[in-house]
């Protein structure tokens, strides 16, 4: 996506949505072609963990996610202020001596790996990387440096209510995480917006 963007284009919001929602749509249509000329019952098991489940995860396959995760925040937490700085404007985090391109590659590089880790594990489930960091950052506000522990443990309570939900709400029929978390992410940001254009 960087390279579709341009190296010098951080600064540049509509070009790297537009690469973005681009590479998002190619990769998408590769996704939909396997599921064409695939056979019926793997296509819907394919189906169903595009659209989120912890159905199939066990404790065993949570080695890898748990110590990717784990050095993921560490990392996070050395660049702390860094990003912190960079959340008040990249002329201010520059004049704090702050390498603007080279701390916001690297957060976005770790960001990707553990999104890798966690969809390889239980599917796609939307929204939930937006809604809990927005929440958490409307609660406790922008510059807490201890924020990352909150996004992960109020995402974590956020997901098993969720799951039980998915498990509860039709009998004998689970429904897809990614279903309930869009309906609760598309509420939670249509009613910010909502209060926000209210202003």
Same mark, same amino acid.
């Given at each position: @996506? ?6 010098? /284009?951080? $600064? ?19 996704? !939909? *072609? ?8 793997? *296509? ?20 890898? %996610?748990?110590?990717?995760?784990? =050095? !993921?925040?560490?990392?996070?937490? *050395?660049? !702390?202020?860094? #990003? ?11 004049? =704090? ?6 701390? &916001?590659?690297? @957060? =976005? ?6 999104? +890798?880790?966690? #969809? +390889? ?24 440096? $201890? ?11 956020? @997901? ?5 939900? +998915?498990?509860? =709400?039709? #009998? $004998?029929?689970?429904? %897809?995480?990614?279903?309930?978390? /869009? ?10 917006? &909502?209060? &926000?254009? +209210?202003?």
């Amino acid at each position: @996506m960087l390279s579709i963007a341009g190296t010098n /284009s951080y $600064n540049q919001i509509e070009r790297m949505l537009l690469a973005g929602v681009a590479t998002s749509f190619l990769f998408s249509a590769a996704t !939909s *072609a396997l599921l064409y000329h695939s056979d019926p019952q793997a *296509a819907a098991s394919i189906l169903f963990w595009t659209l989120g489940s912890f159905a199939q995860a066990q404790w065993s396959m949570l080695a890898l %996610p748990t110590a990717i995760i784990g =050095l !993921s925040l560490l990392a996070f937490f *050395a660049f !702390s202020r860094q #990003v912190i700085a960079i959340s008040s404007g990249d002329e201010t985090a520059s004049s =704090l001596g702050v390498n603007v391109p080279q701390v &916001r590659l690297l @957060m =976005l590089i770790i960001s990707s790996l553990i999104c +890798a880790v966690i #969809v +390889a594990a239980c599917g796609g489930i939307s929204f939930v990387g937006l809604l809990i960091p927005h929440f958490v950052r409307l609660v406790f506000g922008q510059d807490k440096m $201890n924020n990352y522990l909150f996004v992960a443990t109020i995402g974590g309570l956020f @997901m098993i209510y969720v799951d039980l939900a +998915a498990r509860t =709400l039709l #009998v $004998n029929q689970e429904i %897809p995480l990614g279903i309930i978390t /869009s309906v609760i992410g598309s509420a939670f940001f249509l009613l910010i917006l &909502r209060q &926000r254009s +209210a202003k």
